[in-house]
């Protein structure tokens, strides 16, 4: 059945590492968002994607980067530039109208040691 | 900038009892207002949704009331159960396509 997968579930690495966490839907949808999530805290936007080979900063995005070169797949890397990586990361995609929904993987949790 | 947000972090809801969670928003342009509900662990899950050119709009067990007049929110849960412990969501379309969302209810249900 369609829906958003994201791997892995856990994710650890030590500080000064890059890392890069996987995402992929097969709900053919066009827009393609990341999304980070902190203890007692909303949704923050990292990235987003709104076509193919196309992908915009969001309001967090220092310290980490993206590729859309497939629909389906929208990989974000944590690099070591980002000052507090530990985290709870999700990943999103919507039909990619203004009054569209979006539908969320089930996360990565990440943890830089 | 523009900022979306629930009035109170926690509720505590005895069975049976309805529930309310209540929202406010501060962007005029937003049009678009989605409800989420995130079990531990796991991403956020759409419950409903309401476009501004409506005031109320009824799911299974769930209705969404928006008040445009004072820019709020609610959710109102009925006949609440256990399984709707979670933390609650609400999130605005604001000014482009990104949505912007609260900071989250914790929604506790006493059996």
């Known amino acids: 059945d369609g829906g958003i997968t994201q791997s892995p579930k856990y994710l650890f690495r030590k500080e000064g590492q890059n890392v890069t966490l996987s995402c992929e839907q097969n709900?053919?949808?066009?827009?393609m968002y990341w999304y980070r999530q902190d203890p007692g805290q909303g949704l923050r936007l990292i990235y987003y994607?709104?076509?193919?080979?196309?992908?915009q900063k969001g309001d967090i995005a220092e310290g980490y980067s993206v590729s859309r070169e497939k629909k389906e797949s929208f990989p974000l890397t944590v690099t070591s530039a980002q000052k507090n990586p530990t985290a709870f990361y999700l990943c999103?995609?919507?039909?990619?109208?203004?009054?569209?929904?979006?539908?969320f993987g089930n996360g990565t949790r990440l943890t830089v040691t | 900038g523009e900022s979306v947000g629930l009035h109170l972090p926690t509720l505590s809801v005895q069975e049976g009892d309805n529930s309310i969670i209540n929202c406010a928003y501060s962007n005029s342009a937003s049009d678009y207002f989605i409800w989420y509900k995130q079990e531990s662990g796991k991403g956020p899950q759409f419950i409903i949704d309401?476009?501004?050119?409506?005031d109320k709009r009824q799911g299974q067990r769930v209705t969404v009331l928006l008040n445009k007049t004072v820019k709020h929110l609610s959710l109102q849960i009925a006949a609440t159960q256990p399984g709707d412990s979670a933390v609650y969501f609400c999130?605005?379309?604001?000014?482009?396509?990104?949505?912007?969302f609260g900071a989250g209810t914790t929604v506790t249900v006493r059996a």
């Open positions: 999103a995609s919507s039909g990619g109208s203004r009054n569209s929904p979006l539908h």
């Open positions: 309401i476009r501004s050119n409506m």
């Open positions: 994607s709104q076509i193919v080979n196309d992908f």
């Open positions: 709900l053919n949808h066009d827009a």
């Open positions: 999130a605005e379309n604001g000014d482009d396509y990104k949505l912007s």
